[in-house]
């Protein structure tokens, strides 16, 4: 199996690798693995076993991962056999006929790319299978009017949104949104308690961009619909370092909940509390860590963490004010690698 896979100086580097290493070594130092990742049984690998290891799908015939397009050079070449092959007396006057079917025939016959025939003539189709279509004509229809009653009712909520913001209505609808707070409050009036339902909302195109929403109606739907629609109103750029983290450590207060952003390197993923987390993938966030102190309220925390985002102080505008000019050690002398 592994003869598939690397190149015989390699095989051979391999096989003097495993004569260089005595077996009694190995049955004394060597220890099985016990990560999540390892084997559930001992096994050298070199075998297929019927039981345990899935079934290898056979090569396709039709599959060549070395096929490419043919050049101009090449298809000159071609044409140029063509001409040579073909007998002198049909240059003659009257068989006009006979020379374009032949050369009707090599057009017919040339080939486009060079490798595989069959990768060609007959490619691997990889489209997805059509999606199976509801047969109940009355079950269709339902369907139908129930999703346009409630495009064309958003539908009329975007386009007011629309002349408003300038954003088109196609790039609202490709917004990324959470819902992340949702309770129940109460407003103590002469006429009694009068409840309604207060949800905040997250928005961002995963870009730089990213805007949080506050709504409250008696309605659960009307209140997402305004917290949503407030998010979009108010989305605003993120300053993100390299398109991934942020600039520096930053620090948000939002009533008694304090929250503090590390900067992170590559690689390091998103490990903050939960609203955090959907805040920087909205923001398009990739590399980040926090830390919540004190309250551990929802809403502060949203409140927290967009106050501390917008915080950042930006290099460019702290050089230009100094009259110093910046320079990007890593991205200069390292290309962007740590």
Same mark, same amino acid.
């Given at each position: 199996?592994? =003869?598939?896979?690397?190149?015989?100086?390699?095989?051979?580097?391999?096989? &003097?690798? @495993?004569? +260089?290493? #005595?077996?009694? /070594?190995?049955?004394?130092?060597?220890?099985?693995?016990?990560?999540?990742?390892?084997?559930?049984?001992?096994?050298?690998?070199?075998?297929?076993?019927?039981?345990?290891?899935?079934?290898?799908?056979?090569?396709?015939?039709?599959?060549?991962?070395?096929?490419?397009?043919?050049?101009?050079?090449?298809?000159?070449?071609?044409?140029?056999?063509?001409?040579?092959?073909?007998?002198?007396?049909?240059?003659?006057?009257?068989?006009?006929?006979?020379?374009?079917?032949?050369?009707?025939?090599?057009?017919?016959?040339?080939?486009?790319?060079?490798?595989?025939?069959?990768?060609?003539?007959?490619?691997?189709?990889?489209?997805?299978? =059509?999606?199976?279509?509801?047969?109940?004509?009355?079950?269709?229809?339902? &369907?139908? @009017?129930? +999703?346009? #009653?409630?495009? /064309?009712?958003?539908?009329?909520?975007?386009?007011?949104?629309?002349?408003?913001?300038?954003?088109?209505?196609?790039?609202?609808?490709?917004?990324?949104?959470?819902?992340?707070?949702?309770?129940?409050?109460?407003?103590?009036?002469?006429?009694?308690?009068?409840?309604?339902?207060?949800?905040?909302?997250?928005?961002?195109?995963?870009?730089?961009?990213?805007?949080?929403?506050?709504?409250?109606?008696?309605?659960?739907?009307?209140?997402?619909?305004?917290?949503?629609?407030?998010?979009?109103?108010?989305?605003?750029?993120?300053?993100?370092?390299?398109?991934?983290?942020?600039?520096?450590?930053?620090?948000?207060?939002?009533?008694?909940?304090?929250?503090?952003?590390?900067?992170?390197?590559?690689?390091?993923?998103?490990?903050?509390?939960?609203?955090?987390?959907?805040?920087?993938?909205?923001?398009?966030?990739?590399?980040?860590?926090?830390?919540?102190?004190?309250?551990?309220?929802?809403?502060?925390?949203?409140?927290?963490?967009?106050?501390?985002?917008?915080?950042?102080?930006?290099?460019?505008?702290?050089?230009?004010?100094?009259?110093?000019?910046?320079?990007?050690?890593?991205?200069?002398?390292?290309?962007?690698?740590?």
């Amino acid at each position: 199996m592994l =003869e598939k896979k690397y190149t015989p100086e390699q095989m051979r580097a391999i096989d &003097a690798g @495993e004569q +260089a290493v #005595d077996m009694r /070594d190995v049955a004394r130092q060597g220890a099985l693995r016990n990560d999540p990742m390892a084997i559930r049984y001992i096994d050298d690998f070199s075998k297929l076993d019927p039981v345990l290891d899935k079934k290898q799908k056979p090569e396709k015939a039709n599959w060549d991962s070395k096929l490419r397009f043919k050049e101009s050079e090449e298809f000159a070449d071609e044409y140029l056999k063509f001409v040579d092959k073909l007998p002198p007396e049909l240059a003659e006057d009257g068989r006009e006929e006979e020379l374009s079917a032949e050369l009707g025939k090599f057009y017919k016959d040339l080939r486009m790319t060079v490798g595989k025939p069959e990768a060609e003539l007959e490619p691997t189709d990889y489209s997805a299978p =059509e999606l199976p279509k509801l047969t109940d004509p009355i079950v269709r229809q339902q &369907a139908r @009017e129930s +999703a346009r #009653d409630a495009t /064309d009712e958003m539908k009329i909520h975007y386009d007011r949104l629309a002349k408003q913001t300038g954003l088109s209505t196609s790039y609202m609808k490709r917004l990324r949104s959470k819902q992340l707070v949702s309770r129940r409050v109460v407003n103590q009036t002469r006429m009694g308690k009068i409840p309604s339902i207060y949800m905040l909302t997250v928005a961002g195109d995963g870009r730089g961009l990213l805007g949080i929403g506050e709504g409250k109606s008696a309605e659960a739907d009307d209140a997402r619909r305004q917290s949503l629609l407030n998010a979009i109103r108010n989305l605003t750029p993120i300053p993100r370092y390299e398109q991934r983290t942020i600039f520096g450590d930053v620090q948000g207060k939002s009533g008694a909940t304090e929250l503090t952003l590390y900067t992170r390197p590559p690689g390091f993923g998103v490990r903050c509390q939960g609203k955090v987390y959907e805040m920087a993938k909205c923001a398009g966030i990739s590399d980040l860590a926090s830390r919540v102190t004190r309250s551990r309220n929802p809403m502060n925390t949203v409140k927290a963490c967009f106050k501390a985002l917008l915080s950042q102080k930006d290099p460019e505008q702290i050089s230009r004010a100094r009259g110093r000019k910046l320079v990007d050690l890593r991205r200069v002398y390292y290309s962007g690698h740590a």
